[in-house]
């Protein structure tokens, strides 16, 4: 037995030798790993464990995607690249660049190009369009709930629409530019200017200024409302009543300057530094979730924020992670000649470096298993702001007939198109969201049989399709998922024709809700030659506004499978040619 017993064991001694062999082979090997300690790391002992050269250094705080990081730099262009350093794409725009950039749904971009332009980006950084604002922009675009971006300048504030319509433009003289815009929770931007804080509704209602007894520092957006800090150390959460800010919570300051950390968190949590401390909070109550001491003070931060790793501090000569229970993860000292501009925390383990030598130097701080793909990044889905339209229960009835009379549509029709509409949209788009609504339940035949009296969308087929194009017009997102839920229950191609046209006018598809029903559409009716044209070229309007990544997720897919032989041959021209077309333009 016992020497059953030690040749058992022997044998597993091989074994996990060999398995450690064979794990030391499979895994991957960074430069400078051999450096590597589990909590101190002196990156000047430490070689690179990647690099890349740029055309200039980088001008603003890198922003986060899904895929990786996208860099302003001089030389007016954009860096795309991956955590682990490869290079996604890379453009400039002659015109020039401002440092102001925003992610937004779908890896889209939003970039200041020529001091007064707003510009959407495609996730390879080609422009899906270009508007001049007539101002120049001074911050970093701020996305709203449904699509619409605002942006501002001075003494200016505007709203444009998905495809680039100035939906409004307002004046607020004296903004204070060093205060980013803000939401509270019901959708208003909440801002900041010389004589108190204003709120403007995304219809571009305007109300104060509200006086504030401190002097306010920063502020930020999360679920519940507007985070503001003060130059006391107090931080307060504003909501909204009426356009009237109220601040919702206070946690009191002790003279000493706040820094909020956002980044990187679910908007339902925030940390705020302080001197030596973190205090992790519910931003919906302000209740503290725990505190820990820590190495750092606002006063020599120079960028914080979360990443799957833990929350990352970084001053001017070192950087430390700390877990959400006050744990050193890791802290790392900067090499005393590096000179930067600005220190990208990723979430793989590395710190890279923007140099003012025009390149991007990645460090590994913590080896993390091969296997691991969490990411901290995230972007909200598109919302609504149906707290804030106006009242209606108007919608068309056989008794009264239709809610949007014809003077009214073209009314519409030509301020969507044009913009400058401001206001009226309040009460157009609750309008248009109670019409969808019914057509859904015209549409649906085992709702509508239930009904005593025929549903007007029923028998109204002509003014049915008015609405959706309407509501497709409309530049937001509000009607992306109600016409996808609509393309996926109808079976009636009459109907499904103006659906389908529609989700080529609404163009933007984050998620790809529209194009994933319209791959459907064309499996289920590949008899029907006039609608599967129209899946073509909503198909390809939908490619076209979003770039090469829809084509090669989607696009591709529907088209290709159209080119089989179960289709007619004419059909198969027309994807073929559609794809010609969509590949063309790339």
Not at 426 to 455: C, F, R, V, Y
Not at 485 to 502: F, G, H, T, Y
Request: glycine share 10%; charged share 25%; proline share 4%.
């Amino acid at each position: 037995m016992k020497k059953n017993g030690f040749t058992c064991r022997l044998y597993n001694r091989k074994l996990n030798a060999l398995l450690a062999a064979l794990l030391t082979a499979l895994s991957p090997v960074y430069a400078g790993d051999e450096n590597f300690s589990a909590n101190e790391v002196n990156l000047s002992k430490t070689r690179l464990g990647w690099g890349t050269v740029l055309t200039g250094k980088v001008i603003s705080q890198p922003v986060r995607t899904s895929r990786g990081f996208v860099a302003p730099h001089e030389g007016n262009g954009l860096t795309a690249f991956s955590e682990n350093g490869k290079i996604l794409w890379q453009t400039a725009f002659p015109e020039g660049i401002s440092p102001y950039l925003t992610a937004t749904h779908g890896d889209m971009l939003y970039l200041v190009t020529g001091g007064t332009k707003l510009s959407l980006l495609q996730n390879d950084g080609k422009k899906a369009w270009t508007k001049d604002s007539g101002f120049v922009i001074t911050e970093s675009p701020m996305p709203g709930r449904d699509g619409r971006v605002f942006a501002r300048g001075k003494d200016e504030i505007a709203c444009f629409g998905t495809k680039g319509t100035i939906r409004w433009k307002k004046i607020i003289k004296e903004q204070n530019e060093d205060i980013p815009l803000s939401q509270l929770d019901k959708g208003s931007v909440f801002l900041f200017a010389s004589d108190g804080a204003y709120t403007v509704s995304p219809f571009g209602e305007i109300r104060g200024p509200f006086k504030t007894d401190f002097q306010v520092e920063h502020a930020d957006t999360t679920d519940f409302g507007a985070l503001v800090t003060f130059s006391d150390g107090s931080i307060s959460l504003f909501t909204e009543n009426d356009g009237v800010p109220q601040q919702k919570w206070m946690l009191p300051g002790d003279g000493k300057k706040t820094h909020l950390i956002t980044r990187g968190f679910d908007r339902g949590k925030a940390a705020i530094l302080s001197d030596g401390k973190i205090t992790l909070i519910r931003t919906d109550t302000g209740k503290t979730i725990t505190s820990f001491p820590v190495h750092g003070s606002p006063a020599t931060l120079k960028h914080a924020e979360r990443t799957t790793q833990g929350i990352i501090l970084i001053s001017g000569k070192n950087a430390a992670c700390y877990t959400d229970t006050g744990l050193i993860e890791w802290s790392a000292d900067f090499p005393d000649k590096k000179k930067w501009t600005h220190i990208i925390p990723s979430d793989q383990g590395f710190l890279i470096f923007c140099t003012t030598g025009w390149t991007l130097e990645a460090y590994r701080v913590k080896q993390l298993p091969a296997t691991q793909g969490l990411t901290s990044f995230s972007t909200p889905e598109p919302g609504l702001y149906s707290e804030l339209y106006g009242t209606t229960d108007k919608v068309s009835s056989i008794s009264q007939g239709r809610a949007v009379n014809e003077s009214l549509s073209a009314e519409m029709k030509k301020a969507f198109s044009e913009g400058g509409f401001g206001q009226k949209e309040k009460d157009w788009l609750p309008l248009l969201t109670n019409e969808m609504n019914a057509i859904g339940t015209a549409w649906n035949q085992s709702i509508a049989q239930t009904q005593t009296e025929l549903p007007y969308f029923a028998t109204h087929t002509d003014y049915a399709k008015e609405v959706v194009e309407l509501a497709a017009s409309t530049e937001t997102l509000a009607f992306q998922k109600p016409l996808s839920l609509l393309i996926r229950r109808n079976k009636n191609p009459r109907r499904l024709e103006c659906l389908v046209k529609a989700a080529g006018i609404i163009a933007w598809d984050p998620g790809y809700l529209m194009m994933t029903e319209l791959g459907k559409v064309a499996e289920k009716f590949n008899e029907n030659d006039e609608l599967l044209e129209l899946v073509c070229d909503a198909t390809l309007e939908i490619c076209r506004f979003m770039g090469k990544e829809a084509f090669v997720e989607k696009g591709r897919g529907i088209l290709t499978a159209m080119i089989s032989l179960k289709y007619s041959r004419a059909i198969r021209e027309y994807a073929r040619v559609t794809m010609e077309k969509i590949l063309n333009f790339q």
